[in-house]
């Protein structure tokens, strides 16, 4: 029979990834989202002849929350 107590002392290997290099792909999707979402929200306004209630940067605030996480559970 084989004792596992005697190898406690091990490093454990990280499960989750990084925040800094979750923190760069993000900043990366977001600058990349950021001129799309400026001209939607444009040509959104200029449709409708109002202002949107949500901006560019909150779009692609949003796009980056949602593209981001998809990457890292690949």
Same mark, same amino acid.
């Given at each position: %029979? ?5 190898? %406690?002392? !091990?490093?454990?290997?990280?499960? +989750? =990834? =990084?925040?800094?290099? #979750? #923190?760069? #792909?993000? /900043? $990366? *999707?977001?600058? +990349?989202? !950021?001129? $799309?979402? *400026? $001209?939607?929200? &444009? !040509?959104? +306004? +200029?449709?409708? %002849? &109002?202002?949107? /209630?949500?901006?560019?940067? &909150?779009? /692609?605030?949003?796009? /980056?929350?949602? *593209?981001? =996480? ?5």
């Amino acid at each position: %029979m084989t004792d596992f107590t005697s190898d %406690m002392d !091990l490093p454990r290997s990280r499960t +989750a =990834p =990084p925040k800094r290099e #979750y #923190y760069v #792909y993000f /900043a $990366l *999707i977001f600058l +990349a989202t !950021l001129p $799309l979402a *400026i $001209l939607t929200w &444009a !040509l959104a +306004a +200029a449709r409708q %002849m &109002a202002w949107p /209630a949500k901006g560019p940067f &909150a779009k /692609a605030w949003t796009q /980056a929350r949602i *593209i981001t =996480p998809q990457i890292f559970s690949a």
